[in-house]
């Protein structure tokens, strides 16, 4: 029941301020993406059509965009740092590793018995 106020609260509110926006702009002047991003958040809580209705919105218009923001998902972001601890005793017995830079080059090393600090030199100096 508290959800479907807080629901019908916040439809309210966002009719009122469609509704200022309509009054102060003409047609064909569209609908800022700012109320359209609201009404479409409206709609995955509830109805897409009681939502359209209550809104004054073109149903199709709706769910178009609703569609559009569930094909296309925000992107996940790419990890930018990767912490390496590197072992006590200085030295890596063996280790393999792939690294990419910002421009996209790909670099791949395979080390024995080599110091994280000369590792780490190296991908540095490839990363520049």
């Not at 897409?48 to 769910?63: G, H, I, M, Q």
């Not at 006590?88 to 080599?114: D, T």
């Amino acid at each position: 029941m508290r959800e479907n106020r807080r629901l019908t609260k916040a439809t309210d509110e966002l009719s009122r301020r469609l509704d200022l926006w309509r009054k102060t702009h003409r047609s064909p002047t569209p609908i800022p993406s700012e109320l359209w991003d609201r009404a479409v958040d409206l709609a995955a809580e509830q109805d897409l059509c009681k939502t359209a209705r209550a809104l004054r919105l073109d149903y199709s218009a709706l769910k178009k965009r609703a569609g559009a923001r569930t094909a296309n998902p925000p992107a996940t972001p790419v990890s930018q740092f990767v912490e390496w601890l590197a072992p006590l005793s200085g030295q890596i017995a063996e280790c393999a590793v792939e690294v990419e830079s910002a421009r996209g080059a790909r670099l791949k090393i395979q080390m024995k018995n080599v110091s994280a600090s000369e590792l780490a030199s190296i991908i540095r100096e490839f990363a520049e």
